[in-house]
């Protein structure tokens, strides 16, 4: 079956420092890949996505690469802000109308 | 804000009860999703709507039941509530049922049910 497993949190980091939040997926198939953001109090909004490998999807300093060949989607960013404290999900979007989500990894920035 | 409202924002209620649960997805869309979001086990997939349709289940349970009106918005009926129950509770919409395969959702801020 299809699934999405997402590295267990929190994960806390001082301001400024790298960030990666892995992510590997189980797929029949070639799915889209996704990460999501929920900000406290929020619902979840999409961050990134990437449709085909060796994709990369790009946002607000975030990336991540779609990997066939390792079956993962990390998301990086180079330098995390307070701002970016949030809960992090990745997802697979198969059969244009089927969604898997991983479990969600909360991220604590420290100034 | 991306669209889709949900009401009620919070919800407090009996075992044994039963809620309605109401989403309006965005202007145009045909489908929509709910998704339950307990601490202990994220983000679960609980049915989707297409245009008045039923088009996907997953981990629903049988006291669970939702339909979706002909004016697209959707209620999530949750009975013999147990303290389980008590998550947050999310409605999500797509431009498509079926199509464009790089569609994303648009989720509301979801209805915080507590059972008591």
């Known amino acids: 079956g299809n699934s999405v497993t997402q590295m267990e949190g929190p994960v806390t980091l001082s301001e400024e420092a790298f960030l990666t939040i892995n992510c590997t997926y189980t797929?029949?198939?070639?799915?889209?890949l996704f990460w999501y953001v929920q900000y406290p109090g929020e619902g979840l909004q999409l961050l990134l996505k990437?449709?085909?490998?060796?994709d990369k999807g790009s946002n607000k300093g975030f990336e991540a690469t779609y990997r066939k060949e390792t079956t993962s989607f990390h998301l990086e960013k180079g330098s995390v802000q307070v701002s970016d404290s949030a809960v992090y999900f990745c997802?697979?979007?198969?059969?244009?109308?089927?969604?898997?989500f991983g479990s969600g990894t909360k991220l604590n920035v420290k100034p | 804000d991306s669209g889709v409202t949900q009401t009620p924002k919070h919800l407090i209620t009996a075992t044994g009860q039963r809620v309605t649960l109401r989403c309006s997805p965005r202007?145009?869309?045909?489908?929509v999703y709910w998704y339950q979001q307990s601490l202990d086990q994220g983000l679960q997939f609980l049915i989707q709507?297409?245009?008045?349709?039923?088009?996907a289940k997953g981990n629903i349970l049988e006291r669970f039941s939702a339909q979706q009106f002909p004016d697209l918005h959707s209620e999530l009926n949750l009975s013999s509530l147990e303290l389980g129950d008590s998550a947050l509770y999310f409605c999500?919409?797509?431009?498509?049922?079926?199509?464009?395969?790089?569609?994303?959702?648009?989720f509301g801020e979801g209805s915080r049910l507590t059972v008591l």
């Open positions: 999500a919409s797509s431009p498509r049922g079926s199509g464009e395969p790089t569609g994303e959702l648009f």
């Open positions: 797929a029949t198939g070639y799915p889209s």
């Open positions: 990437a449709t085909k490998a060796d």
């Open positions: 997802a697979l979007q198969y059969n244009f109308n089927k969604f898997y």
């Open positions: 202007s145009g869309d045909l489908s």
């Open positions: 709507y297409y245009n008045g349709e039923e088009r």
